[in-house]
Structure formats: structure tokens, C-alpha cells
T-cell receptor, first 116, second 115 residues
């Protein structure tokens, strides 16, 4: 069984300050983990993914995430927030189900608010 | 790459009417997912197809909802009869198959309002 918990429903930062969005997961397998971003009135867009290669994963728009197996965490960070980063962020865990398919489980989302 | 294409982008209709949402996945992708997103329940998986075959429809809320994938390039989600509580944003996502896990690619969604 797999599950994912996003620890904050809202995170508020000032422009130019660091961003930390927290995610913990549970998985019976070696998981694949993803972060997606959703801007208003748009679909979800892939930010980055971890699939058992390097534990520090770099994504688009300056975001990165570190896979920590001992802590079952996959937190998303960015050194300096931009106004355009204001959006909803989803952490996703995926296991291989029977037949080799991957059915993902989405977190509830974290709304990132960026103040000028 | 045209991405996942959903139509219509917006739909407003009266309760009791039939609603059909359409999705064209990315060419070459063999998995397709339908999701519903609301403020109250977040993102919910409704149904999942692999190679055009429905694999898991346990998320379909009730018999008023049905989904089909007649070929690899087209899928529909139908609600008949529609009810106000069906108002939500409906997303389609497609996924390729590979040795490693592939990410999902989402359309921009259909915003459905049932009056």
C-alpha cells in the first residue's frame, strides 16, 4: 500500500526567501516520487521526479527535492521564491501494481503564497 | 508535442442533462486516467485505462458516470443524468510505459457547472 502526506496545506513566503514544501510517503516497494505544480485554471505540470537514481533531484524553475529513505521524506525546496511560483503543489508516490502498471497516489496539495 | 487535449474547457448545463467530456492523450501513451478535482475532496482518481482497457473504476462515484476508450487516441467520460454535486474540474492524464516509472501528463481540464 502507498500513501503520501503533505504536511502543510498553506505555506506563505516573501519574494526572494527560501521555499520548503514538506512531503512524507509510505510505500511497500521502492517508490517513484514526483512533484507537480498547478497554476490557476491549468492542469498539473511535472516539476521533478525521483526513480531510484540520484537522491537529490533537480527540476524546472529552480526547484529541487531530496529523497531521504530513512525519513521517508521527499521535501521540495527552492533557494529564492518568485511571485510566479505562487501555485498549488502536489507530492505524488507511485508503486508498481499487478501487471507492472503504476497507479499514483496524490497528496492533498500545498498552496504556496508569495508576498512581494 | 501537442500534449493532452481536453474538450470542452468549460461546460454549463442544467441538472438532468447528459454531459460528455472528451480527451485525446499524447500519441504513444498507453495509460489514461480521469480525475475529478473539487475544493472539498481534492484530486480524486475516477478511472484508469491501460491499452484501452478499463483497469480500475473503483473511483467512479455511481452508475451515472461511465467512461470509454474506443481507441488509443480518444476517451470519453459521460455523466447521465447530471446533478449539481457533479460540478467540478475534470482532468484527463496520459502516461507512457517504460522500464522506469513514467510521469503523468495532464490536460488543462474541463470546468463543469451543473445548475
Amino acid at each position: 500500500a502507498q500513501s503520501v502526506t503533505q504536511l502543510d496545506s498553506h505555506v506563505s513566503v516573501s519574494e526572494g526567501t527560501p521555499v520548503l514544501l514538506r512531503c512524507n510517503y509510505s510505500s511497500s516497494y521502492s517508490p517513484s516520487l514526483f512533484w507537480y505544480v498547478q497554476h490557476p485554471n491549468k492542469g498539473l505540470q511535472l516539476l521533478l521526479k525521483y526513480t531510484s537514481a540520484a537522491t537529490l533531484v533537480k527540476g524546472i524553475n529552480g526547484f529541487e527535492a531530496e529523497f531521504k529513505k530513512s525519513e521517508t521524506s521527499f521535501h521540495l525546496t527552492k533557494p529564492s521564491a518568485h511571485m510566479s511560483d505562487a501555485a498549488e503543489y502536489f507530492c505524488v508516490v507511485s508503486d508498481p501494481s499487478t501487471g507492472g502498471s503504476y497507479i499514483p497516489t496524490f497528496g492533498r496539495g500545498t498552496s504556496l503564497i508569495v508576498h512581494p | 508535442d501537442a500534449g493532452v487535449i481536453q474538450s470542452p474547457r468549460h461546460e454549463v448545463t442544467e441538472m438532468g442533462q447528459e454531459v460528455t467530456l472528451r480527451c485525446k492523450p499524447i500519441s504513444g501513451h498507453n495509460s489514461l486516467f480521469w480525475y475529478r478535482q473539487t475544493m472539498m475532496r481534492g484530486l480524486e482518481l475516477l478511472i484508469y485505462f491501460n491499452n484501452n482497457v478499463p483497469i480500475d473504476d473503483s473511483g467512479m462515484p455511481e452508475d451515472r458516470f461511465s467512461a470509454k476508450m474506443p481507441n488509443a487516441s480518444f476517451s470519453t467520460l459521460k455523466i447521465q443524468p447530471s446533478e449539481p454535486r457533479d460540478s467540478a474540474v475534470y482532468f484527463c492524464a496520459s502516461q507512457g510505459q517504460g522500464v522506469s516509472n513514467q510521469p503523468q501528463h495532464f490536460g488543462d481540464g474541463t470546468r463543469l457547472s451543473i445548475l
